[in-house]
């Protein structure tokens, strides 16, 4: 490899910081630059390998080869695709040729509008056209992407087109949380909204940018509606700031209204019909009837013809991986086909894959969540298959917390979906429920995300940034006045707002660091139970990726090696316990296989782990660290006291405060050791066909009384327990009165106060 170049220059300084990242991108894509010679030849051995197990008709294993396939293929591709095909490609993206109108746009108006079908050019290019336009020269350019793993695969893409490919990080980079891949040079930063909001806190008029394009405005994420408030305040108060929103949807006069008429200008599209095929009846198992549409489509449609298929999520999407995998090696001479996962979960190098074209002759299969409905394009998709359904992070007011269910997708989000087949040509569309499902039980559209969720983050942010009436603050969409109250109740049980609904010094602490109240609590009760250090490692393994590994096929090896780290008390400490392990055994790759372990998962958290670190000792807190296991415990019941449940049979648990029944997850520490703890905390509900408690340790129920006197009080019965004080309804009572008070100032009609 030529020393130097630049993206070759990039793996290896990435390769030395830890953070292997093995993108296809990354490896060689800039002029001139090569794959590094043993790479070339482990390619080339995994595509003979590839070749043998498919002459023997050996799909699962070929399957496994299919990367190294894909590496050399595509090592010849990159070689041929140098700047001017690059240069030729984006030349040919609809946006190009309304380029020089956008431009005058968005000179003479300081918000605009821009709306255009998904693949057009606009979340790669704007950014682009702005910087040649001369927008970078007195501040940056700052696009916001609902998702991560569009922010960073499109920041991937950018570097590579931008003036010939420059070094991720450089002129182009991104932000996402606990992953800063910008430097002194950035031009182009391309973030998740989340990121933006957070920024806010510190540079309230966002004076680092010029231009903010708020990109896929049509998700309606949770943070991009905040951000739209706080933005139609700053674009006053700064009148050399553009923003420019984005769109997939044609619905964007609201946004326009928003921010006082503003002009919405059409990218002509250039799409081809698509068949939309309906099923005749209702499918029993969505996973089951989308493996068997594919496998048809597979046999029956011409090459090339690749085929994207929208499940709902990480575990159905494997589900299908493998089902489908598992059926076409059973076929008669089928073709060659590469089978490619995408959700947000998924690790970068893996995601880069889905953009690179399937070797001749061979079929691309990508199976997503509906990530790939406008977020990310994949060009060469022909057929799609829908199972109809997403999931969706869903404000449960019974339980007042967040939980992911699976929904229906709005027919806006099935329409979007059917598009991605006619992109390139004319294409197919195969959706798994009937034609009378699709008029009657699908929403028109989807709900914004802030009319569903838990606001808990969002309110203490605009607490910490000032905004003392939630309901006051320009929403484009009010949030539920219940959900606010629910959000403003739960941050007081925190002790994050005041009697009052005022910020207090410990809540304004908490919103600094970038994590979910319930989070950053645990990191002050571990500072005032004595374990701050153990409290942050735990932290951190909450904030990656699954660290346990079950790999099909052995899963009953990898169950008997997770076991092996389980503390029986704690899942909590059980991750705690990984950490320690993974430390001890000197972090190595090869530990992390032996034991079933995510390498990549670890040192995300470990990297994690530093930053928090740093956030800590920027605070001066204590760091205190202590190795007495029940301390640590104390911390999580201390911070965890209003999820808790207790113990009503055998493995059986009740909500204390829902009183809703609910099981221990299968994979908890605690499932099966046969210690039935009286009493509970968890940090997650799941809900499947029952409510599961997910990641749990057990408490002592005095700490709950403790902890939470505002919520539970001791009863002195022969079994001592607690239950559900009246404080709690009383105040809540009060803070409803409060808001009801404010808003009626508002003179809105809310039914008679
Ligand atoms: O934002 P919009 O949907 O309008 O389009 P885009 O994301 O800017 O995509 C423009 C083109 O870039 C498409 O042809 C994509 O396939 C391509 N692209 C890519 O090859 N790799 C990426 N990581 C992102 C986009
Ligand atoms: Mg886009």
Same mark, same amino acid.
């Given at each position: 490899?030529?020393?130097g170049?630049?993206?070759?220059?990039?793996?290896?300084?990435?390769?030395?910081?830890?953070?292997?990242?093995?993108?296809y991108?990354?490896?060689?894509?800039?002029?001139?630059a090569?794959?590094?010679?043993?790479?070339?030849?482990?390619?080339?051995?995994?595509?003979?390998?590839h070749?043998r197990?498919?002459?023997?008709?050996?799909?699962?294993?070929?399957?496994?080869f299919?990367?190294?396939?894909?590496k050399?293929?595509?090592?010849?591709?990159?070689?041929?695709?140098?700047?001017?095909?690059?240069e030729?490609?984006r030349k040919?993206?609809?946006v /190009?040729?309304?380029?020089?109108?956008?431009l005058?746009?968005?000179?003479?108006?300081?918000v605009?509008v821009?709306?255009g079908?998904?693949?057009?050019?606009?979340?790669?290019q704007?950014?682009q %056209?702005?910087?040649?336009?001369? /927008?970078a020269?007195f501040?940056?350019?700052?696009?916001?992407?609902?998702?991560?793993?569009?922010?960073?695969?499109?920041?991937?893409?950018?570097?590579?087109e931008?003036?010939?490919?420059?070094?991720?990080g450089?002129?182009?980079? %991104?932000?996402?949380?606990?992953?800063?891949?910008t430097g002194?040079?950035?031009?182009?930063?391309y973030?998740t909204?989340?990121?933006?909001?957070?920024?806010?806190?510190?540079?309230?008029?966002?004076?680092?940018?010029?231009?903010?394009?708020?990109?896929e405005?049509?998700?309606?994420?949770?943070?991009? #509606?905040?951000l739209?408030?706080l933005?139609?305040?700053?674009?006053a108060?700064?009148?050399?700031?553009?923003?420019?929103i984005?769109?997939?949807?044609l619905?964007?006069?609201?946004?326009?209204?928003?921010?006082?008429?503003?002009p919405?200008f @059409?990218?002509p599209g250039r799409?081809?019909?698509?068949?939309t &095929?309906?099923?005749?009846?209702?499918?029993? #198992?969505?996973?089951?009837?989308?493996?068997?549409?594919?496998v048809?489509?597979?046999?029956?449609?011409?090459?090339?013809?690749?085929?994207?298929i929208?499940?709902t999520?990480?575990?159905d999407?494997?589900?299908?991986?493998?089902?489908?995998?598992?059926?076409?090696?059973?076929?008669?001479?089928?073709h060659?086909?590469?089978?490619?996962?995408? %959700?947000?979960q998924?690790?970068?190098?893996l995601?880069?894959?889905?953009?690179?074209?399937?070797?001749?002759?061979?079929r691309k299969?990508?199976v997503?969540t509906?990530?790939?409905?406008?977020?990310?394009?994949?060009?060469?998709?022909?057929?799609?298959v829908?199972?109809? /359904?997403?999931?969706l992070?869903?404000?449960?007011p019974q339980l007042?917390?967040d939980a992911?269910?699976?929904?229906?997708a709005?027919?806006?989000?099935?329409?979007?979906r059917?598009?991605r087949?006619g992109?390139t040509?004319?294409?197919?569309? /195969?959706?798994?429920?009937?034609?009378?499902a699709?008029?009657?039980?699908?929403?028109?559209? @989807?709900?914004?995300e802030?009319?569903?969720?838990n606001?808990?983050h969002?309110?203490?942010?605009?607490?910490t940034?000032?905004? #003392?009436?939630?309901?006051?603050?320009p929403?484009? #969409?009010?949030?539920?006045r219940?959900?606010v109250?629910?959000?403003?109740?739960?941050?007081?049980?925190?002790?994050?707002l005041?009697?009052n609904?005022k910020?207090?010094?410990?809540?304004r602490? *908490?919103?600094s660091f970038?994590l979910?109240?319930?989070?950053?609590?645990?990191? &002050?009760?571990?500072m005032?139970?004595?374990c701050?250090?153990?409290?942050?490692?735990?932290v951190?393994?909450?904030?990656v990726?699954n660290?346990?590994?079950r790999?099909q096929?052995?899963?009953?090896?990898?169950d008997?090696?997770?076991?092996?780290?389980?503390?029986?008390?704690?899942?909590h400490?059980?991750?705690?316990?990984?950490?320690?392990?993974?430390?001890?055994?000197?972090?190595?790759?090869e530990?992390?296989?032996?034991?079933?372990?995510?390498s990549k998962?670890?040192?995300?958290?470990?990297?994690?782990?530093?930053?928090l670190?740093d *956030?800590v000792?920027?605070?001066?807190?204590?760091?205190?660290?202590?190795?007495?296991?029940d301390s640590?415990?104390?911390?999580?019941g201390?911070? &965890?006291f209003?999820?808790?449940?207790?113990r009503?049979?055998?493995?059986?648990y009740?909500?204390?405060?829902?009183g809703v029944?609910?099981g221990?997850?299968?994979?908890?520490?605690?499932y099966?050791?046969?210690l039935?703890?009286?009493y509970?905390v %968890?940090?997650e509900?799941?809900?499947?066909?029952?409510?599961?408690?997910?990641?749990?340790?057990?408490v002592e129920?005095q700490?709950?009384?403790?902890?939470?006197?505002?919520?539970?009080?001791?009863?002195?019965v022969?079994?001592?327990?607690?239950?559900?004080?009246?404080?709690?309804?009383?105040?809540?009572a009060?803070?409803?009165?409060e808001?009801?008070?404010?808003?009626s100032?508002?003179?809105?009609?809310?039914g008679?106060?």
């Amino acid at each position: 490899a030529r020393k130097g170049s630049p993206t070759v220059e990039a793996y290896r300084l990435k390769r030395e910081r830890g953070n292997k990242r093995e993108s296809y991108w990354e490896l060689g894509h800039a002029p001139g630059a090569k794959a590094k010679e043993s790479d070339q030849r482990e390619a080339e051995r995994g595509a003979a390998e590839h070749a043998r197990l498919q002459a023997n008709q050996d799909w699962k294993q070929a399957s496994k080869f299919s990367n190294a396939l894909l590496k050399t293929t595509l090592d010849n591709k990159h070689r041929k695709r140098l700047a001017c095909e690059i240069e030729s490609a984006r030349k040919s993206l609809p946006v /190009y040729q309304v380029k020089r109108q956008l431009l005058n746009l968005v000179r003479e108006n300081q918000v605009c509008v821009i709306v255009g079908e998904t693949g057009s050019g606009k979340t790669t290019q704007l950014t682009q %056209y702005l910087e040649e336009e001369g /927008y970078a020269t007195f501040g940056i350019i700052g696009c916001t992407q609902p998702r991560r793993v569009a922010a960073v695969s499109v920041a991937q893409r950018v570097a590579e087109e931008f003036r010939g490919g420059v070094r991720l990080g450089e002129q182009v980079g %991104y932000a996402i949380r606990f992953e800063d891949v910008t430097g002194p040079n950035t031009l182009i930063k391309y973030m998740t909204d989340g990121i933006l909001l957070r920024e806010s806190l510190t540079y309230p008029d966002l004076e680092r940018y010029s231009v903010i394009v708020m990109d896929e405005a049509h998700e309606r994420s949770l943070n991009t #509606d905040v951000l739209f408030g706080l933005l139609r305040n700053v674009i006053a108060k700064r009148r050399d700031l553009r923003v420019i929103i984005t769109s997939a949807t044609l619905n964007a006069d609201r946004f326009a209204n928003f921010f006082g008429d503003a002009p919405v200008f @059409n990218i002509p599209g250039r799409t081809f019909p698509v068949d939309t &095929f309906f099923s005749k009846t209702p499918m029993e #198992d969505y996973v089951d009837a989308a493996v068997w549409q594919t496998v048809q489509l597979h046999i029956q449609a011409p090459l090339p013809g690749d085929i994207l298929i929208f499940m709902t999520g990480q575990e159905d999407i494997e589900t299908t991986c493998e089902a489908l995998a598992d059926k076409v090696s059973k076929l008669q001479n089928p073709h060659p086909i590469i089978i490619l996962p995408i %959700y947000s979960q998924l690790a970068t190098d893996l995601q880069a894959k889905i953009f690179e074209p399937a070797p001749d002759g061979v079929r691309k299969v990508v199976v997503a969540t509906n990530i790939a409905e406008t977020s990310l394009t994949i060009d060469g998709i022909r057929y799609v298959v829908d199972a109809g /359904y997403c999931k969706l992070k869903t404000y449960n007011p019974q339980l007042g917390m967040d939980a992911l269910l699976l929904c229906p997708a709005s027919q806006s989000s099935v329409d979007q979906r059917a598009g991605r087949a006619g992109r390139t040509a004319p294409g197919k569309c /195969y959706r798994l429920f009937t034609s009378t499902a699709y008029v009657r039980e699908l929403l028109e559209t @989807n709900v914004p995300e802030i009319q569903r969720t838990n606001l808990s983050h969002v309110v203490l942010l605009l607490k910490t940034l000032g905004v #003392d009436d939630i309901l006051e603050f320009p929403f484009l #969409d009010p949030p539920p006045r219940e959900n606010v109250l629910k959000s403003m109740l739960s941050l007081w049980l925190l002790g994050a707002l005041d009697a009052n609904g005022k910020l207090t010094s410990l809540g304004r602490e *908490m919103s600094s660091f970038p994590l979910d109240p319930g989070l950053s609590s645990l990191l &002050f009760t571990g500072m005032q139970n004595g374990c701050l250090v153990e409290c942050l490692t735990i932290v951190a393994m909450l904030s990656v990726p699954n660290v346990f590994v079950r790999p099909q096929g052995r899963e009953e090896e990898s169950d008997a090696a997770r076991e092996k780290f389980f503390v029986p008390e704690s899942d909590h400490l059980t991750l705690l316990h990984v950490y320690q392990r993974w430390i001890a055994g000197g972090s190595r790759a090869e530990w992390c296989a032996k034991h079933y372990i995510s390498s990549k998962s670890m040192r995300k958290a470990r990297e994690v782990r530093e930053q928090l670190l740093d *956030m800590v000792r920027a605070k001066k807190m204590v760091e205190s660290s202590c190795d007495d296991w029940d301390s640590i415990r104390k911390a999580i019941g201390f911070a &965890f006291f209003y999820q808790a449940a207790r113990r009503k049979g055998v493995g059986e648990y009740v909500n204390i405060r829902s009183g809703v029944v609910c099981g221990m997850h299968p994979t908890s520490a605690m499932y099966g050791s046969g210690l039935g703890a009286d009493y509970v905390v %968890y940090h997650e509900l799941i809900m499947t066909r029952k409510e599961f408690m997910s990641c749990i340790t057990a408490v002592e129920v005095q700490w709950l009384a403790e902890a939470g006197p505002m919520l539970y009080v001791l009863k002195h019965v022969a079994d001592e327990g607690v239950e559900i004080a009246q404080r709690v309804q009383q105040r809540r009572a009060e803070i409803e009165d409060e808001i009801r008070r404010s808003s009626s100032n508002r003179k809105e009609d809310d039914g008679g106060t």
